[in-house]
């Protein structure tokens, strides 16, 4: 079965992330996978690097971002929540969301709240989130009604064709107590589902080096580089076949990454910068001096 890994941390998820651009991609490559997506924490430092890379190897990028999402019912509490770029214009909307989220609080922690989602959809697909999102969240503490508020939010805000509850299983009991839950209110809500794996380094044996990575961080005094400790060995690149094996009672989970509007074809366009010629600003700078 052809799959998509949707959910994927580099190096430039600050403090958290183990993957370096070029081990992702010989990774695809390795398992010959069509497609990567990278989706670092709240922000695109990589993105471009990233891309170009991929399509010089025949792999086609997924930009996207873990963002933070903040509630009018919970202020202190920020939820993640996964986007993934679409189009040129979901690319941009992507950049104005990623931009609010860090001008709304300088130096402190980055996150948007739903109406600037809602301003910047366009052409954005969005995941429910890891076990840091909202809806997760709201399930673990049998708070369905919140749950179903929430994903219906999600729902309205990007489309019915561009939003997917999220499962993942990284051999944690909460993950396989909430993600039936998940399953359950999907085939209610009529929301389609899809299995990703957190992943934060290429290698299962990496796991050490991250948690040390991930423990510094924590020491530091950087709130918005504090990261939940990953509890197991699982958040690894993990091939198809792997996959499959997790996630053999939900197959349409994974069959639904190669019918999504997420597998669609195209090309960044790079726009030429056009800046004042220098000799039009010397009158201006000599009155200045």
């Not at 909202?134 to 049998?142: A, C, D, N, R």
């Not at 990007?158 to 999907?186: Q, R």
């Not at 020491?219 to 918005?224: I, P, V």
Request: charged share 20%; with cysteine.
């Amino acid at each position: 079965m052809e799959m998509i890994h949707l959910h994927v941390h580099s190096q430039y998820s600050m403090q958290d992330g183990l993957c370096c651009i070029d081990g992702l991609i010989k990774k695809a490559l390795h398992f010959n996978m069509k497609a990567v997506a990278l989706t670092d924490h709240d922000g695109l430092y990589g993105a471009i690097q990233f891309y170009k890379k991929a399509k010089k190897a025949g792999i086609k990028p997924i930009i996207g971002c873990e963002i933070r999402v903040k509630t009018h019912r919970e202020a202190k509490n920020y939820y993640h929540l996964v986007l993934l770029v679409k189009d040129n214009k979901g690319y941009s909307n992507l950049c104005q969301i990623i931009t609010n989220a860090h001008l709304s609080n300088p130096g402190g922690i980055p996150a948007v709240e739903k109406n600037i989602l809602a301003k910047h959809a366009k052409g954005i697909i969005a995941l429910s989130g890891c076990m840091s999102g909202e809806i997760f969240s709201s399930l673990l503490k049998t708070d369905i009604k919140s749950a179903k508020i929430a994903a219906l939010q999600y729902q309205q805000i990007f489309g019915k064709e561009n939003f997917y509850l999220e499962l993942s299983l990284h051999g944690l009991e909460k993950e396989k107590e909430v993600n039936s839950k998940l399953i359950e209110m999907g085939e209610k809500l009529k929301i389609p589902l899809v299995a990703t794996n957190n992943v934060h380094y290429l290698e299962k044996k990496e796991a050490p080096s991250q948690r040390l990575l991930n423990k510094i961080a924590n020491l530091g005094t950087k709130k918005r580089f504090h990261y939940t400790k990953l509890r197991t060995s699982e958040f690894y690149f993990k091939s198809s076949g792997e996959m499959e094996k997790l996630f053999f009672q939900t197959p349409q989970a994974l069959k639904i990454q190669s019918k999504s509007p997420i597998n669609v074809i195209w090309n960044l366009i790079w726009k030429k910068f056009t800046f004042p010629h220098i000799l039009y600003l010397l009158p201006v700078l000599l009155k200045i001096i």
